[in-house]
């Protein structure tokens, strides 16, 4: 065994880059395009030390381009969750034995094939599963895992150099972090490559296995990361990748005497139930489960008098409609002063209009589909009955084509009701509804910004005047985890905004910080006395002569 403490290398965000014309990525990123679509991979299920396939094939299409058949995954049953809840378990003394720099080495190595080798691979397997432009994949399946995986180290290293601050005279306090006694279930969602990849790897940094199950329509890049974790050295059973319907999975994992934590990403209502479950299952556990979920979000862009409109309609284009709204901080509701409205109306409609529509492919365009045909159909039923109702403008977009893929325009609508149903709910797709409002209302719009939703993920206030900026933060304090000043709501980075929401949003144990690697530990603290007392007898017992 090495003798040492040792200081992890000190992390640094991972630069964008750019795939302009003529770059090299641009180069590599297509040709991993060409070769993902020219191949059909038939991709199977990782537990422990095999890769499993079922005859129940389903089949994985671009968003963009439903036609081609891109992969085909083997779907399985209760025996293959029962299956990788013992592989993890099997795994469990060997990984929580090994020293924790061993770990970190192999996560840092994680975060370097991405980076390096694995780049164009993992971004164009995002592009093609997920929808996403090149921008946009990088952004999340390349920077944001890399630093989640390298601030990660980082923040573990913190949390084990964490220890009592006073040791008494004759003893020695120490506390140690113990990785949680059972196995963790990650379930991810559809949208962030790099939110896949942290779920289940956050928590086997600090010694747990996991059993993980993503969202069925990224399995397509879930697949690349398990090929990059295990060329890392992730050992065998470590982490399982299973393709099992949701509720069917649920069912095993959550009736598992071992069963010790969930991470959880993905929407509100399937986290409420899965917290339900827990709770009437709580008495068949081992250990109390950890439970940690970042939900839904409804997030709002608030724009005061004093704004620059140039400002607040770039926050807006970019905010709700960067992956065409399929961001759980995507901007969906905005409060715009009636003074600012008519300059604000024209900058959109004039980017909206500027704005690409197509595959992800042909990297001039902005935007591209999204995710599934249920989405779809959903985002086509609401921009339906907004079209029908006297009170709604529809400012931009309302068209939507599934044709070659699922494309939804992006959409603007202007509503007379603040609390019409897409202020309200969460629709995950590109549409922005946005209330206009009376300047000198300022003060009720904060209210109204305040309770209009379940959700408190992400919001913005737009101002140049310091007094509303901090009336706005201060009265808006509940209203968002991550808020942000003369900005989009979208794009937080590891490292530097530490993101999650809570009311209906979640547990906000922010991913990408020493507060959510703390869920996956459990510390014992071990006091040893020097010179034990040998005498039940306080000294003030003794008899005076
Ligand atoms: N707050 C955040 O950090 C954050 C980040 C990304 C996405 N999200 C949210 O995620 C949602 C979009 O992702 P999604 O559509 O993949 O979410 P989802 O809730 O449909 O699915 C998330 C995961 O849960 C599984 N699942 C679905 N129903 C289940 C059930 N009954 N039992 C067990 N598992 C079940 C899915 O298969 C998937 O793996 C949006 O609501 C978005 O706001 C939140
Ligand atoms: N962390 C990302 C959102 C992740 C949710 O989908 C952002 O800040 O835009």
């Not at 029908?388 to 070659?404: H, L, Q």
């Amino acid at each position: 065994m090495l003798k040492g403490f040792f200081n992890v290398p000190v992390p640094q965000n991972e630069p964008v880059l750019n795939y302009g014309p003529r770059s090299l990525e641009r180069a590599a990123l297509k040709a991993a395009l060409e070769q993902a679509r020219a191949q059909q991979l038939d991709i199977p299920m990782y537990i422990g030390d095999k890769e499993v396939r079922t005859g129940n094939k389903l089949e994985i299409r671009p968003p963009h381009d439903h036609k081609h058949l891109l992969a085909t995954f083997s779907e399985g049953d209760a025996s293959h969750v029962t299956a990788a809840i013992d592989a993890a378990l099997a795994a469990k003394a060997n990984w929580e034995n090994l020293p924790w720099e061993q770990r970190a080495a192999i996560f840092l190595k994680t975060a370097d094939l991405l980076a390096g080798p694995y780049r164009a691979k993992v971004n164009a397997a995002t592009m093609l599963g997920q929808s996403k432009n090149a921008y946009q994949a990088e952004i999340d399946s390349a920077c944001e895992l890399i630093d989640f995986l390298r601030f990660n180290v980082q923040y573990m290293t913190e949390i084990y150099q964490q220890q009592p601050p006073i040791s008494g005279k004759g003893v020695w306090n120490r506390v140690e972090q113990r990785p949680l006694e059972g196995f963790i279930f990650a379930l991810t969602p559809f949208n962030f490559t790099a939110i896949a990849g942290n779920l289940p790897t956050s928590a086997a940094m600090m010694g747990n296995v996991v059993v993980w199950k993503p969202a069925y329509t990224q399995i397509y890049a879930a697949n690349v990361l398990m090929q990059v974790f295990k060329e890392a050295g992730v050992p065998d059973g470590v982490i399982n990748l299973i393709y099992v319907d949701g509720p069917v999975a649920g069912e095993v994992i959550f009736n598992h005497p071992d069963f010790a934590g969930i991470h959880f990403t993905g929407s509100t209502k399937v986290f409420q139930n899965i917290w339900q479950t827990i709770g009437t299952n709580i008495h068949k556990y081992k250990t109390y489960p950890r439970i940690v979920g970042e939900t839904g979000g409804k997030d709002f862009v608030l724009a005061h008098p004093s704004a620059d409109a140039d400002v607040v309609s770039t926050a807006l284009v970019r905010g709700a409609f960067e992956y065409q709204g399929q961001k759980c901080s995507a901007a969906s509701r905005a409060y715009i002063p009636a003074s600012l409205w008519p300059a604000v109306k024209a900058n959109m409609q004039r980017d909206i209009t500027s704005f690409k529509i197509g595959p992800v492919e042909n990297f001039e365009n902005f935007i591209n589909a999204v995710i599934s045909e249920v989405s779809f159909d959903k985002l086509a039923k609401y921009i339906d009955a907004a079209k029908a109702d006297d009170g709604v403008e529809i400012v931009a977009g309302g068209n939507y084509d599934k044709t070659k893929g699922w494309f939804i325009e992006p959409t603007v609508l202007k509503v007379n009701d603040p609390y019409y149903v897409t202020m309200c709910e969460e629709l995950f797709g590109p549409v922005l509804t946005i209330y206009v409002y009376e300047d000198a209302q300022f003060d009720e719009v904060l209210n109204i910004v305040d309770k209009t939703s379940i959700y408190a993920l992400t919001g913005s206030i737009i101002s140049q005047d310091r007094y509303a900026i901090a009336e706005a933060t201060y009265r808006l304090r509940n209203a968002a985890g991550n808020f942000y000043i003369n900005d989009k709501p979208t794009g937080a980075v590891v490292g530097q905004q530490p993101f999650g929401g809570a009311r209906g949003s979640g547990t906000n144990d922010k991913a990408g910080s020493m507060i959510n690697l703390l869920r996956w530990v459990s510390p014992r603290t071990i006091k040893e006395t020097f010179d034990p007392p040998k005498d039940y007898r306080y000294p003030f017992l003794t008899k005076e002569s």
